[in-house]
T-cell receptor, first 109, second 113 residues
């Protein structure tokens, strides 16, 4: 069965520092990977998906099939990046999402 | 587009009562998903519906839980004879086409007394 692991429940960095939120997955096929973000008192929203290969709010994520990872990176963290981040896997287009347990990112001034 | 609308935002029930959670998908979206988030855990898939059809219910508990998405009106997640362990946040998501991402609602926080 598919599984998504986010090893860090909490991550704290200072403003301007690089940040990397880790995501590893286990799935035998070729899944689609997503990062969702939930800012305080807001709904879960899509941040980026690997097939888009785009940068959103300065964040990027590269799918590494060899390491089965989809880490989220940003070179210079901002205070407004403080939020809960969820990595998610989708087996096939349109199917259910399997979520990791989330990483709470805090960017300190 | 108002986005995915869920109501109520908060629902309190006593053990043994029924809970009904509603989800109106985004305009033009005919695919609806329900997820549950227990305290200190990630979101877990429950059921995937398309208008009038259940596509995947592999995440639904075998008893007391049911879901529907009628031709007209919102999708309903129904929990009969609620127990304390049903206390959780229930999220609904909808999508439009096959390669489109899922968009989430604000969730319903269910508390069982």
């Amino acid at each position: 069965a598919q599984r998504v692991t986010q090893p860090e429940k909490l991550l704290s960095v200072f403003k301007g520092a690089p940040v990397e939120l880790k995501c590893n997955y286990s799935y035998s096929g070729s899944p689609e990977l997503f990062w969702y973000v939930q800012y305080s008192r807001q709904r879960l929203q899509l941040l980026l998906r690997h097939i888009s290969r785009e940068s959103i709010k300065g964040f990027t994520a590269d799918l590494n099939k060899g390491e089965t990872s989809f880490h989220l990176k940003k070179p210079f963290a901002q205070e407004e990046d403080s939020a809960m981040y969820y990595c998610a896997l989708q087996e096939t287009s349109g199917s259910r999402l399997t979520f990791g347990e989330g990483t709470q990112l805090t960017v300190n001034p | 587009n108002a986005g995915v609308m869920q109501n109520p935002r908060h629902l309190v029930r006593r053990r043994g009562q029924e809970a009904r959670l509603r989800c109106s998908p985004m305009k033009g979206h005919s695919h609806v998903y329900w997820y549950r988030q227990l305290p200190e855990e990630g979101l877990k898939f429950m059921v995937y519906l398309q208008k009038e059809n259940i596509i995947d219910e592999s995440g639904m508990p075998k008893e007391r839980f049911s879901a529907e998405f009628p031709k007209e009106g919102p999708s309903i997640l129904r929990i009969q004879q609620v127990v304390r362990g049903d206390s959780a946040a229930y999220f609904c998501a909808s999508r439009q086409g096959l390669n489109q991402p899922q968009h989430f609602g604000d969730g319903t926080r269910l508390s069982i007394l």
